[in-house]
C-alpha cells in the first residue's frame, strides 16, 4: 500500500553511499546536522548527498548567471 511504499522510499534516502566532498561540509537536513571532511571518502545518506549536489548545482548556475551578466550588463532583464 502507499504507506509501505513511502516508508521503504525513506529508508532507501537514508542508505548510504560513499562520496568524497571536495571541502569540509557541514549540511543540514531535516532538522540534524551531517559533518564531513573534505579530501576524505565518508559514508553520506543519499537525500543528504542530493542536498547538497542540488546546492552546489544552484551555486554554479547563479555564478554563471552573475559572470553573463558582468560581461553583458545590458542583457540583465531582472530587477535591481
Known sequence: DIEDSVARQ???SFQEVE???PEDVHIGYNGQMFH???G????VPQCIL???LD???AQEEALAEMAALAANP????GVI
Open 50 to 52: 542530493q542536498t547538497y
Open 74 to 77: 545590458k542583457n540583465y532583464t
Open 19 to 21: 562520496y568524497t566532498f
Open 55 to 57: 546546492a552546489m548545482k
Open 40 to 43: 576524505c571518502a565518508v559514508m
Open 10 to 12: 525513506h529508508v532507501h
Open 36 to 38: 564531513a571532511r573534505g
